[in-house]
């Protein structure tokens, strides 16, 4: 009798990170075997997939979590060859711009060098898999809007140039190895189990602390930068997408529109009923020693190739948001409509 055949399997880094679980969702809805690498730590950090997870020794059970670090390059060598992944989808970094300039380092080794360890070690033993590297939009910087592949880059934190190391690492590793690496350059995304620092998450928090009546003011850096946002869910098809077609490419993966952190903050404000101008406040030490004014995706070679459009835009974002993190903390249902969907070009 043959062998049945086994199934497709993926490793994923930064599997308990707000895309990593959405993307082992995704894959183990589509029959994958998915191993994730999760850090060593004396508390469990894995809220975002406990409801994937099943203990090994039941039958069936497709997800399975090795202890690693990035920064461990013979430890990646050796997961890489044990687990043999016909997939490999790297999303582990020190991935807040903000703390980049305090910890730049730090996020040079983990954002930067943890992607050539991985690229390194799929050299070295020469297990056939497909890799994903997480690129940013950060690293276009200054340069204008609207952002696409061929747009020049213009890094301005050390986060971005960190990841634009990684992004010339994974090209040069296609090139010169013939590794199959793609680059997903992937605008701002986010959704309920975005990270409590980043500031949309902590935009729509306040609003529920607000209701609740927990708090009673919100403390914000630039107002004015303006941010091309998309749902977390939607950008990890995306991911997928990139590793299913022949050719490994690099692509942007955006929604196209143009908004500022003050329209996200009016969006969320309003989702619940309240006037934000009586809320928020600015403090100067939440701004970046430089700043970055306006990052706006074009996703045309996504939607060619991929097939891959945005559905979800960002006031239909923050209203979803809002709502999570009002039933969250048990607060009043809000009768306010959601705002229908925008139409996709």
């Known amino acids: 009798m043959a062998e049945p055949e086994r199934p497709q399997r993926a490793l994923i880094t930064g599997i308990t990170g707000q895309d990593g679980s959405y993307l082992a969702e995704l894959l183990l809805g589509k029959g994958y075997e998915v191993h994730g690498l999760i850090r060593r730590s004396s508390s469990f950090n894995t809220g975002r997939i406990n409801h994937l997870y099943h203990d090994p020794h039941e039958a069936g059970a497709k997800l399975e979590l090795h202890f690693g670090d990035i920064a461990d390059a013979s430890r990646l060598s050796a997961l890489i060859t044990g687990i043999a992944p016909d997939e490999i989808y790297h999303l582990a970094a020190q991935s807040h711009v903000r703390v980049s300039f305090d910890e730049p380092a730090y996020t040079g080794d983990t954002t930067g060098l943890g992607t050539i360890r991985i690229l390194e070690a799929i050299r070295q033993t020469q297990v056939p898999t497909r890799f994903y590297q997480a690129s940013s939009s950060e690293m276009f910087g200054a340069t204008p809007p609207p952002q696409r592949e061929d747009t020049p880059f213009y890094p301005r934190s050390p986060y971005a140039a960190a990841k634009l190391y990684a992004y010339w690492a994974a090209r040069n590793y296609r090139e010169a190895y013939s590794v199959y690496a793609v680059n997903g350059i992937l605008f701002n995304h986010e959704s309920p189990r975005r ?151």
């Open 195 to 345: 990270g409590q620092t980043f500031v949309t998450r902590k935009i729509t928090q306040a609003v529920a602390n607000i209701v609740a009546g927990r708090q009673k003011e919100l403390y914000l850096g630039n107002l004015a930068a303006r941010r091309d946002w998309g749902y977390a869910p939607e950008y990890v098809e995306a991911m997928w997408r990139m590793l299913q077609v022949d050719q490994p490419d690099d692509y942007v993966v955006a929604t196209g529109t143009d908004f500022s952190v003050e329209d996200f903050v009016r969006f969320s404000f309003e989702r619940a009923g309240l006037d934000w101008q009586k809320y928020v406040r600015t403090d100067e030490r939440y701004f970046r020693p430089t700043e970055v004014d306006s990052l706006v995706g074009d996703a045309s070679r996504a939607a060619e190739v991929l097939g891959w459009r945005a559905s979800v835009h960002p006031e239909q974002l923050a209203a979803l948001m809002v709502d999570h993190d009002i039933a969250e903390l048990d607060g009043p249902v809000i009768d306010v409509p959601l705002v229908a969907p925008w139409t996709t070009g």
